[in-house]
């Protein structure tokens, strides 16, 4: 049992994210982005990333833009199932529902962009966290992994067991890096193209423990350590069965613990093209699928899990990108943009094939404006639509992404003639998907998976749950640009 609750909390930390973007990758690469996102026909320094061909139109010379952002993030669940009621803390409500909320944070999360121009051409290069969930903490578990430990009093009725707790904690990181380079080349006045690639290196580390496991004392009505009591009734049982299933859940309620860190490396060849002619510029860039691998660097795992044992390799593909803008000057002062996302998701291996149980690849629809108020001061605003194509099948407490809104406003300050100070505040309102299921996490087969024998296993009756996600999350923002 046990083994598994600790492996679903790694789960969860590994493809849960704090940035914007897809699945697995951050497009907020710079405080003009959250300002307003929709960059893609950007033709400032932030360009390197939003839209590298457009960098044909830097002015000559040397830019450098330095930008530090903080992220926080909080993932709220409600799971409803009646064998919660059997949990001693007092905490679960008369409908067997309890809360669950994880904490995500990102406090410093740098980027440094470069680019130089000269005649036709220009150099660019950025270094990055590209992608990844920062560092998430669970202090309280969550639904999957309480679920199955609330079998343990439905097969423990025999013994006079009505109650559990458990004490179970998670904390990790992930974080992938990008250093990104390219050329850009100005075919003519009005066409320039970009031709480059990212080297990407996952970056993740996992510490917890799943203890303290235990069940009321039907002789004396105190909570005891489980392993303990079911010890001692294998030891006193006649009954062959009642002696084997004794022994069976004083195995699965021992304590548990996993020290794991994970690394891996993969190149994102990009291309881009950029067209301006008058107030119009249009963008358009394509990042190839990153094939991607992390190996586990296993300092402990006594949760029995094989698949965070020491050498072993998990699919961790970043997913191609495509990216289509345009922005029209209004007036000298004023401009508008509009900019669209797609991530081709379900072309991306993932582990235990998760690709598969998408509906399609996430769409991302982006619009903003800028407003130059006077020579010194500009200020912006805009907002993106994330659709994910997640379903009952993909979506679980242990790794969920739902569909948003995010809005993003700032003020970009000119310093002097070559140096602007950007400021910005980005948040992101998320759906609410709510799931029923009629035999909830397929509980049957989830014991079998842990060593629950399929005789035991399948004689439990169905019992129905349901889950409602959502999120909230914020970023914070300053930046530097300097050009010389």
Known sequence: MSKKLLSSAIALIVSSSTFAGGLLT?????????????????????????????????????????????????????????????????????????????EASAPVIPSLQAAYKKGNWTFSGSFAITGGGGKATFNNGLASFESIVSMVPVFGKDFGINQYSVDSYMEGKQYIYGL??????????????????????????????????????PMTGTMVPASDFFKAMAGQATDPTQKALASLMATATTDKELDCSQDGWGITPIIGLDFKYGKWNFGLKYEFNTNLNVENKTVINTTGFKDYDHGINTPHDIPSLLTIGASYEILPTLRASVGYHHFFDTHASMADNKQDHLSHGTNEYLAGIEWDICKRVSVSGGMQRTDYGVTDEFL???????????????AGINLSKDMQL???????????????????????????????????????????????????????????????
């Open 180 to 217: 990104q380079l390219g050329a850009t080349y100005k075919i003519n006045e009005h066409l320039s193209a970009f031709v480059g690639g990212r080297i990407n290196y996952v970056d993740n580390h996992y510490f917890g423990y799943l203890k303290n496991i235990q069940v009321n004392n």
């Open 422 to 484: 950007n400021i910005a505040y980005f948040w992101t309102n998320y759906d609410t998907y709510k799931r029923t299921q009629e035999n909830y996490n397929d509980m049957s087969q989830k014991l079998q998976n842990i060593g629950v024998p399929e005789a035991i296993a399948s004689s439990l009756p169905k019992i129905s749950g349901s889950d409602s996600f959502t999120r909230t999350n914020k970023v914070f923002g300053i930046g530097l640009n300097y050009r010389f």
């Open 26 to 102: 951050n497009t907020n690469q710079n405080i003009l982005f959250l300002r307003n996102p929709a960059r893609d026909a950007s033709w400032a320094i932030d360009a390197v990333y939003s839209n590298p061909a457009g960098l044909a139109f830097l002015k000559e010379g040397f830019h450098l833009s330095l930008n530090i952002q903080s992220a926080f993030q909080t993932r709220k669940i409600c799971s409803t199932y009646a064998p919660f009621l059997a949990n001693a803390d007092g905490y679960t409500q008369n409908d067997g529902s309890r809360y669950y909320k994880g």
């Open 396 to 410: 679980s407490d242990i790794s969920f992404n739902v569909s948003s809104y995010s809005f993003g406003f700032g």
